[in-house]
Structure formats: structure tokens, C-alpha cells
């Protein structure tokens, strides 16, 4: 009933930016929160940073001040601005949306299936 499709990862230097990109769309009552994960080989998923619908936002203490997360609520859409990367940001990314649809009016998280970042030192 929802999907969540991320583009824009791909091979970046060091230092370099990136900008990913997430868009809902299916049968979609309200977003509440949206969000960006990442889980490098061999490690946990972990949050990178999530904004809820009324623009309070949350940051892991190894990406403030580099990343930015945008969300336009009229398109479901969600943005992470990634400045600065290092090699440790190196990833596969994912959108996650706490996601009302018409048919259940409660929220339900729904995850994207996932970029790929790789960064070159």
C-alpha cells in the first residue's frame, strides 16, 4: 500500500557531498516522522538522522553539523544533504516513514530498500 524509493547514493571522495532522496506514495493518510538509517558491512542499522511532521528533527552525534535533513510534507518527500563525508559514512542508506494510510488511520513504519553510499579516501 506504501512504498518508500530512495535515489541519489553513489561513489563519492572524501570531503565530497551527496544528496539522497526518498519519496512515499501509496494509499497515504499522514506521515509522521520520516527518516534516513545507514548500515555499513558488518555493523548494526543505525539512525542518522529523522524530522517529524512538524519540522523537529534529530541528529546522531557523528553526522551534526554535515548532514541535513529537508522533508517537504505537501510531496512525502524527504532529502539528506550530506557535506564533508568521510569514509565511515560509507553505507547503504535508508528512508524510513512512520506512514497512516486511509484504510488503517494508525502509523506503520515503512523502509525504503536502500542506497548505496561508498566514499574513496
Known amino acids: 500500500q506504501v512504498q518508500l524509493v530512495e535515489s541519489g547514493g553513489g561513489l563519492v571522495q572524501a570531503g565530497g557531498s551527496l544528496r539522497l532522496s526518498c519519496a512515499a506514495s501509496g494509499n497515504i493518510f499522514k506521515i509522521n516522522r520520516m527518516g534516513w538509517y545507514r548500515q555499513a558491512p558488518g555493523k548494526q542499522r543505525e539512525l542518522v538522522t529523522s524530522m517529524t511532521s512538524d519540522g523537529s528533527s534529530t541528529y546522531a552525534d557523528s553526522v551534526k553539523g554535515r548532514f541535513t535533513i529537508l522533508r517537504d510534507g505537501s510531496k512525502n518527500t524527504a532529502s539528506l544533504e550530506i557535506n564533508s563525508l568521510k569514509p565511515e559514512d560509507a553505507a547503504i542508506y535508508y528512508c524510513?516513514?512512520?506512514?497512516?494510510?486511509?484504510?488503517?488511520?494508525?502509523?506503520?513504519?515503512?523502509w525504503g530498500q536502500g542506497t548505496q553510499v561508498t566514499v574513496s579516501s
Open positions: 524510513k516513514a512512520e506512514v497512516a494510510t486511509y484504510s488503517t488511520r494508525y502509523y506503520i513504519d515503512y
